[in-house]
């Protein structure tokens, strides 16, 4: 991971078919860790966390992150229609959200569209960060080939932009028995220049590592 440039941080992914409730579903789990720091800052954030996706979207969830040392655990069901959170960073918080109320995650939002096989949309986000809806614009951009780790791939080409948050960038997606895989991202938010690249693949059964 890079900010303006500079290494700040890792991010391992993890996808793998499994079940939940006799039903299959995509587990995904992202393990981030990151610092960066300047002449008057320095910023660091450590987050686990796991969900599963089924037929409706996201169905569980499970987060811990910790922020310059403030920990937030988060968990979620659907149930009946309904994905509860609760939110514990020192109180107890509870957001509640229909399945009609939102279109995809933030980290499945990208494949929806792509799967949606449109030129462009606009979908109703829930944030995975901050837990909140966000309208998020979708453009396919044309495809185009990479170099990933010596050997080179054809992927497809996601522009994006929020709505609330202001949020810019273009995602490169790769086929994989597990859906589509972020490979490489560059993105700006509030002037900084953001990026994530591939650095190591490990490839089992219905799993990535990135």
Same mark, same amino acid.
């Given at each position: 991971?890079?900010?303006?440039?500079?290494?700040?941080? +890792?991010?391992?992914?993890?996808?793998?078919?499994?079940?939940?409730?006799?039903?299959?579903?995509?587990?995904?789990?992202?393990?981030?860790?990151?610092?960066?720091?300047?002449?008057? $800052?320095?910023? %660091?954030?450590?987050?686990?966390?796991?969900?599963? $996706?089924?037929?409706?979207?996201?169905?569980?969830? &499970?987060?811990?992150?910790?922020?310059?040392?403030?920990?937030?655990?988060?968990?979620? +069901?659907?149930?009946?229609?309904?994905?509860?959170?609760?939110?514990?960073?020192?109180?107890?918080?509870?957001?509640? $959200?229909?399945?009609?109320? $939102?279109?995809?995650? %933030?980290?499945?939002? &990208?494949?929806?569209?792509?799967?949606?096989?449109?030129?462009?949309?606009?979908?109703?986000?829930?944030?995975?960060?901050?837990?909140?809806?966000?309208?998020?614009?979708?453009?396919?951009?044309?495809?185009?080939?990479?170099?990933?780790?010596?050997?080179?791939?054809?992927?497809?080409?996601? &522009?994006?932009?929020?709505?609330?948050?202001?949020? %810019?960038?273009?995602?490169?997606?790769?086929?994989?028995?597990?859906?589509?895989?972020?490979?490489?991202?560059?993105?700006?938010? +509030?002037?900084?220049?953001?990026?994530?690249?591939?650095?190591?693949?490990?490839?089992?059964?219905?799993?990535?590592?990135?």
């Amino acid at each position: 991971m890079l900010s303006n440039g500079e290494p700040i941080g +890792r991010l391992r992914t993890e996808r793998r078919r499994g079940w939940l409730d006799d039903l299959p579903v995509l587990q995904v789990s992202n393990r981030m860790d990151l610092r960066c720091s300047g002449l008057w $800052f320095d910023y %660091s954030l450590q987050s686990d966390e796991s969900m599963d $996706f089924g037929a409706d979207g996201l169905c569980r969830y &499970a987060g811990v992150s910790d922020e310059d040392g403030d920990k937030t655990v988060i968990k979620g +069901r659907l149930r009946q229609g309904v994905l509860t959170l609760r939110l514990h960073d020192g109180q107890l918080e509870v957001r509640r $959200f229909k399945l009609g109320d $939102f279109d995809a995650s %933030s980290e499945d939002a &990208a494949e929806r569209f792509l799967a949606g096989g449109q030129a462009e949309a606009t979908l109703r986000v829930l944030d995975l960060e901050h837990f909140d809806i966000d309208e998020v614009r979708y453009q396919r951009l044309p495809d185009e080939t990479l170099d990933l780790l010596g050997q080179l791939r054809q992927v497809r080409v996601v &522009a994006y932009q929020s709505r609330r948050r202001k949020i %810019s960038g273009t995602g490169w997606y790769l086929s994989d028995d597990g859906g589509e895989v972020l490979v490489r991202q560059s993105s700006r938010e +509030r002037g900084d220049h953001n990026e994530v690249i591939l650095t190591d693949w490990e490839s089992k059964p219905c799993q990535i590592k990135t």
